[in-house]
């Protein structure tokens, strides 16, 4: 008998639930590293400290050919840092932190950061005011324009259905390791020694755990996995068993996941729980089964990305640290690739280090996250996408290294246009005089600018707050008003298709841009009107 397409959907859910909380070993030296995993998903309280690093090493020769500006770019990018200290949380909504973010060898920015079930604020060093971000949402639906009613009934249905997420997920948990945790393999190179390691200043006893594993030995352990979840059947059939009669217990979770409840649907030919199992584990086996094939298939293969990524100098080292418990306690993980040198062009010609390191301490126990702190004149977040760049620089000191980050290395400051000679809607229009002419509305949407139109004297005038230009121009004359004064344009503002197009190279020359054309291919051409403020 074919399986309908609804219990198919049905069990591709269940198998993205399963792979969610996939993720363990076998027991190595006496430490049942199962069971360690599993505590780890239920961590809910915990005072931590955490570094994610992340090293570019780019093929020196290709870094010499590039740009200056590149180069810049490079140097800044190549070296970042994450680190956060103090974290504390409280539970999945409230919880506070200190961090800084370091670029390259000379910029740090520091930042705090507090959060409850309804606020995050961001304090960034050198920013005039903090940061704000509804984390209900309310603000963003707001934004896009529903009514109150429907953000209220969202956010309730929302609150519902992550209460329900998190309840099922619990239970789900000891199901899933049953088959997903201890099928699991250990890495080739894993071995287990006790030691003494400080965890926030204070030096506690602990299972050191070390696994390492090269790009071959990556793909092995991934295809041994694979075949290890096909070869036991009977765990899988029941672990589905068991998540089906949890989910079952709890009609919400089906909502909250976009799908119709199968067995609370009125049908009177409605499958029972065992029935759904029986459907379910066969659709996911075969799903395996399939997965296994084609992992083989391409194993079998010769293909060169393949074989370029997954190679001896692709390395994964690994390290944590396990306290009496069966907590983890602290963690270690580096990802790394080094290619080969050779007097040819590398295939690869870049490699990259990433590291990330954390400890923590009082886990599950009673923490107390400070609370979000506003002041008169926060920012909200959801606000700044609707800023220019050169508005949203104004929101950090002028000597603060953010603002220096911002305006001088990412340019935030730079407005471009770009119109190509074959676009359909509004392209540039060169005129028998070799004067180019563009939309004059385009222009000003991307400089930010404020285009109005007076019906009893037909003009239209343009503000760029940025500069504090004022232009007023009419259809049919070449007089335009620039912040009072007169300027003659030796070609007419003209309307075309709608729009009113104006001399490009004079109004950039108002508004402080530039103006360029650059050839695309030999049909077409690119028009750029640009400025940095």
């Not at 950061?113 to 060093?125: H, P, T, W």
């Not at 259905?161 to 201890?182: F, P």
């Not at 939309?439 to 760029?464: H, I, M, Q």
Request: glycine share 6%.
């Amino acid at each position: 008998m074919k399986m309908s397409l609804k219990f198919k959907k049905a069990s591709v859910v269940l198998l993205v639930l399963t792979l969610l909380f996939v993720a363990g070993c076998q027991a190595v030296g006496g430490l049942d590293l199962n069971k360690t995993l599993k505590n780890a998903l239920k961590v809910t309280t915990s005072e931590s400290n955490h570094s994610l690093e992340f090293q570019l090493h780019m093929d020196k020769a290709l870094l010499e050919e590039s740009s200056e500006e590149d180069k810049e770019i490079y140097n800044l990018l190549s070296q970042v840092k994450i680190q956060l200290d103090n974290v504390k949380m409280q539970d999945k909504t409230h919880f506070s932190l200190e961090g800084s973010l370091k670029l390259g060898t000379e910029t740090e920015i520091g930042f705090d950061m507090q959060a409850n079930d309804k606020l995050l604020v961001i304090d960034v060093d050198g920013a005039k005011e903090p940061f704000t971000f509804d984390v209900t949402g309310e603000k963003l639906l707001e934004i896009s324009g529903l009514e109150l009613e429907e953000i209220e009934g969202y956010t309730k249905a929302t609150k519902q259905n992550e209460e329900s997420i998190a309840k099922v997920s619990t239970e789900l948990i000891d199901i899933v390791g049953e088959y997903g945790i201890n099928n699991l393999p250990n890495p080739k190179n894993i071995k287990v020694n006790a030691v003494n390691e400080p965890i926030n200043g204070v030096s506690t006893s602990l299972m050191h755990v070390q696994a390492s594993l090269n790009g071959p030995e990556m793909w092995s352990w991934v295809k041994s996995y694979v075949d290890a979840l096909v070869a036991d059947r009977a765990g899988l059939d029941a672990m589905v068993s068991g998540i089906i009669k949890v989910l079952a217990a709890n009609p919400d979770i089906w909502e909250s996941i976009g799908e119709a409840d199968p067995f609370n649907s009125g049908e009177l030919d409605a499958m029972t729980e065992d029935e759904f199992a029986k459907e379910s584990s066969e659709a996911l086996s075969e799903m395996l089964i399939e997965l296994q094939g084609e992992l083989s298939k391409l194993d079998k293969s010769e293909d060169e990305m393949l074989k370029e990524a997954l190679t001896d100098e692709l390395v994964l080292k690994t390290d944590f640290y396990v306290d009496s418990k069966l907590d983890i306690r602290k963690q270690q993980f580096e990802l790394s690739f080094t290619p080969k040198s050779s007097e040819e062009e590398p295939a690869i010609p870049f490699g990259f280090t990433l590291k990330s390191t954390s400890e923590s301490w009082n886990v599950n126990g009673v923490v107390k996250a400070n609370a979000p702190v506003l002041t008169n004149n926060q920012v909200a977040v959801e606000d700044i996408v609707t800023l220019q760049g050169y508005q949203t620089l104004k929101l950090f000191d002028e000597n603060s290294q953010i603002h220096d980050l911002l305006k001088n290395k990412f340019h935030l400051n730079k407005q471009s246009y770009q119109s190509f000679s074959d676009d359909y809607y509004n392209a540039p229009i060169i005129m028998p005089s070799y004067i180019t002419m563009v939309a004059v509305r385009d222009v000003a949407d991307v400089f930010g600018a404020t285009v109005t139109y007076d019906p009893a004297t037909k003009k239209v005038t343009v503000f760029d707050e940025a500069t504090n230009t004022k232009i007023v121009i009419q259809s049919g004359s070449s007089i335009a008003l620039i912040n009072g004064k007169k300027v003659e344009w030796k070609q007419p503002v003209v309307n075309f298709n709608g729009s009113m197009y104006v001399p490009a190279r004079k109004l950039a020359e108002a508004l402080g841009a530039e103006i360029n054309w650059e050839p695309v291919d030999e049909a077409a051409k690119v028009l750029t009107i640009e400025r940095e403020l």
